[in-house]
């Protein structure tokens, strides 16, 4: 068996550990990285970035379609839009693939050996790698688990046939003629939103008594609204019991027995963890529910064992993994770094888009902080009535004593490029006053941000 001996063992090559890859080989370290699939993990081929580029698809032929049917207020009209679904799926596959084939370039310029294949731990310091010419043994001082997550299966309505997971909703050639989706959390109500525009009869079936339970109902009305407004069937309080000759059945929040008829059933109720892949139970790493348990410096409880992103828990996001695989690079390399990061800023990408950093007012004042709100609507904001979108609000949560930011969040078309101001407000520590100082360029979304800050100072200049 061939062997190959490196200071760092990356497992997984999804946003946690090609970041982590990266930043190892340029502080010099001698890292090999192992996939099993294609470069870029969960997020680059089936995640992140076919869903954007799908949701996108959608939004320009749903603008196509309003302009067609006379309902554009500017004015513009046109005959008969039309989609070659197909050819939409192929382009999202060329951006799949560029960024998949980008992710190995930069990995090779860092100069990290990238290994294909499963791999097996066989103790904490080596990984039997099952590659196309065989076995290959990688024996490392330090190893970093970054082996993400996959869909949850309902045990009742298990993946095949119509009944299909995100990944194969990415893969689908046609546009499903009746799609009922069940999870109305980010991936049921981005992708639903998507299909319905794209044409799609939808319904989307979801457990608890609120859309995205994880957002604050402030924030989910307009979603919800929109929703409605595409036709789009929620039935919230609802479980889903089993399928049954092409149709969902479902118990309604007033325990009625329904049915719902599908072409696909698409099932987005959570991910988990891969934590027993790679012969992760062997190590008997201790957890922290389903997720490999880690310290303030994505340490687990075996020495020189790191873990990173989805494995480890909430919030999955993408971004939350890039942060952890930089951190662990540095750390390896002997830096003087923990978790210090005083937000981790969430985007949903409906329709309109909602973003949250930091506390929500019920968060705060369950913390016990007595807190000012400013909240100050894209109805009052030039820009937003210019690109006729009006719809939602910018919300500004501050401590009453001292100002202090501690929450941002907004629902609108195209928030989630506030993101960035929203997460350095509260990341370098600002007051109401710092972000009512910064002069905010004219006309843009941003001033909705500046004069929420100015409302909770009292004194907006808009409204
Ligand atoms: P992953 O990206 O899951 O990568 C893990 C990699 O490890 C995979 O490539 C896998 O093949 C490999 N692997 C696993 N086991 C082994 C083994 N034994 N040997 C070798 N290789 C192995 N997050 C956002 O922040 N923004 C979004 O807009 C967003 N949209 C999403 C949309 C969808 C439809 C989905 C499903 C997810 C989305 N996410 C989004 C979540 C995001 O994709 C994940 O948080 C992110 O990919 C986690 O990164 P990771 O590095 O932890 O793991
Ligand atoms: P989710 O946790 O966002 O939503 C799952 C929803 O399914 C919840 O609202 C839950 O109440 C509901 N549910 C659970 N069991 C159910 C049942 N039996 N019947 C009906 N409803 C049920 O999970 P997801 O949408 O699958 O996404 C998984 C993860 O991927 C997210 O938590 C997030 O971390 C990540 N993601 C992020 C983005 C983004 O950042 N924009 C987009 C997509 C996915």
Same mark, same amino acid.
């Given at each position: ?144 688990? $970054?082996?993400?997550?996959? @869909?949850?299966? /309902?045990?009742? &309505?298990?993946? !095949?046939? +119509? ?5 194969? %909703?990415? $893969?689908?050639?046609?546009? @499903?003629?009746? /799609?009922?989706? &069940?999870?109305? !959390?980010? +991936? ?5 939103? %998507?299909? $319905? ?267």
């Amino acid at each position: 068996m061939k062997e190959i001996i490196c200071k760092l063992l990356i497992i997984g090559s999804g946003p946690g550990g090609y970041v982590c890859a990266i930043r190892a080989g340029q502080l010099g370290i001698d890292a090999v990285i192992v996939e099993a699939a294609r470069p870029g993990g969960t997020c680059l081929t089936v995640g992140c970035i076919p869903s954007k580029a799908l949701i996108h698809v959608s939004e320009q032929f749903f603008d196509a379609k309003r302009m067609a049917a006379g309902k554009n207020a500017a004015g513009i009209t046109v005959q008969q839009p039309a989609i070659d679904f197909g050819k939409a799926v192929s382009w999202k596959d060329g951006i799949v693939g560029k960024l998949s084939s980008g992710v190995t370039t930069l990995l090779q310029k860092s100069t990290v050996k990238i290994v294909h294949g499963t791999a097996t731990f066989r103790d904490g310091k080596t990984v039997e790698v099952d590659t196309e010419l065989g076995l290959q043994l990688v024996r490392a001082e330090t190893i970093v688990i $970054a082996t993400g997550s996959e @869909p949850v299966e /309902l045990a009742d &309505i298990p993946f !095949g046939g +119509i009944v299909i997971s995100s990944s194969d %909703a990415l $893969a689908l050639r046609e546009v @499903p003629q009746k /799609l009922v989706v &069940i999870g109305g !959390g980010y +991936i049921g109500l981005e992708l639903g939103t %998507a299909f $319905a525009k794209l044409g799609s009869e939808v319904s989307i079936v979801e457990a608890t008594a609120q859309l995205l339970p994880q957002y604050d109902a402030d924030l989910v009305r307009p979603v919800a609204r929109r929703l409605a407004d595409l036709g789009v069937r929620v039935m919230t309080s609802t479980k889903a019991t089993r399928v049954s000759e092409g149709a969902l059945i479902v118990s309604t929040a007033e325990g009625r027995e329904e049915q719902l008829d599908a072409d696909r059933i698409l099932v987005a109720v959570g991910r988990k963890p891969r934590a027993s892949a790679a012969g992760l139970d062997e190590l008997d790493l201790d957890r922290s529910g389903p997720f490999i348990r880690i310290d303030d410096r994505c340490r687990t409880s075996m020495r020189g064992v790191y873990a990173i992103g989805d494995v480890t828990g909430e919030p999955m996001l993408a971004h939350r993994a890039m942060a952890q695989g930089e951190m662990v690079a540095e750390i390896v390399a002997g830096r003087k770094r923990a978790w210090d990061k005083r937000c981790i800023p969430a985007i949903c990408f409906t329709d309109p888009e909602i973003i949250s950093a930091g506390l929500t007012p019920g968060e705060a004042r369950s913390q016990g902080y007595d807190i000012e709100i400013g909240q100050f609507p894209f109805s009052a904001n030039g820009r937003a009535l210019t690109m006729q979108s009006e719809e939602g609000f910018v919300r500004v949560v501050a401590r009453r004593d001292t100002n202090l930011i501690l929450g941002l969040h907004a629902v609108g078309q195209g928030v989630s490029e506030l993101s960035a101001a929203f997460a350095l407000a509260i990341e370098m520590g600002a007051r109401l006053e710092d972000i009512a100082g910064t002069i905010h360029a004219h006309p843009t979304r941003s001033e909705a941000f500046h004069e929420a800050a100015l409302k909770a100072l009292g004194h907006a200049l808009h409204i």
